[in-house]
């Protein structure tokens, strides 16, 4: 029997490259993009497996709810949240109508797809869940000289990230696993559509991000930097987390007082 796919983002960069990936492995596909002309071409281009194109917008709470109904509905092994717009400009920049857009793209359309797919999952006891994010997740703290400000889309990733690592201790021993898969800059048309040249800044390849996904799961990492050669650096990170969340008290802090 094959295994069924669903795919946000699927006609173009990592998202059709995923789509490539799992097609050569024989899963079935559900395809999500806004592109109709593009979903057919991914029909034509995967004839040996069946692939049900869905054209909707990720921005809207209408798009969202039509592909959570499909996927509460079917019996999905792995779900990749992968849509995404940019919006790179600083908050005070940020068109109310572009930052709704992003929020929706990159936070409600993962929680709401995963929330669908996440109890038949558990019923059948295995399930993958990849929530595309980025390494901008973690340049919070980077000081304005090091990059232009983006904080609601910084924002966004890092609570991709956070909800995979959450999840994923929630769902453990339930035979479902979840990512986050974090890539630096990819060679996709991804900025170019923000109207960003990024021509001559070394890029991943998107069949190499999916490459280190699919790696990913196999040495059980919930949290996927390809282009992090040392991994103990994630775990610094984390570790840190962790060790700040456990020193909390209830008294307040010495360096708060008087």
Do not use: C, W
């Amino acid at each position: 029997m094959s295994k069924l796919a669903l795919v946000t983002g699927a006609t173009s960069g990592i998202g059709k490259a995923f789509a490539g990936r799992l097609a050569a492995g024989g899963y079935d596909l559900v395809v999500v993009g806004r592109d109709e002309d593009r979903l057919k071409d991914l029909v034509g281009a995967h004839p040996r497996v069946s692939v049900r194109p869905v054209a909707a917008d990720l921005a809207t709470e209408a798009g969202i709810g039509a592909v959570a109904d499909i996927a509460a509905a079917e019996p999905l092994d792995l779900l990749v949240n992968n849509a995404g717009v940019a919006h790179y400009m600083p908050l005070a920049d940020l068109p109310a109508d572009k930052a709704r857009e992003l929020v929706h793209v990159k936070v409600v359309a993962p929680t709401m797809l995963t929330r669908a797919v996440v109890g038949g999952m558990q019923e059948r006891g295995a399930g993958v869940i990849i929530n595309v994010a980025g390494m901008i997740a973690f340049s919070g703290p980077a000081p304005s000289s090091v990059m232009p400000r983006r904080a609601v889309y910084a924002g966004a990733l890092a609570n991709l990230v956070a909800m995979s690592q959450a999840l994923a201790a929630e769902l453990e021993g339930t035979g479902v696993r979840v990512q986050a898969l974090v890539p630096g800059v990819v060679a996709t048309e991804f900025h170019s559509r923000q109207g960003m040249d990024l021509s001559a800044v070394p890029r991943m390849s998107a069949e190499d991000v999916v490459t280190a996904s699919l790696r990913g799961l196999e040495l059980g990492e919930v949290v996927v930097a390809p282009g992090v050669d040392d991994a103990s650096l994630l775990d610094a990170v984390f570790d840190a987390d962790l060790a700040a969340f456990g020193a909390q008290r209830p008294e307040l802090a010495a360096r708060y007082r008087g």
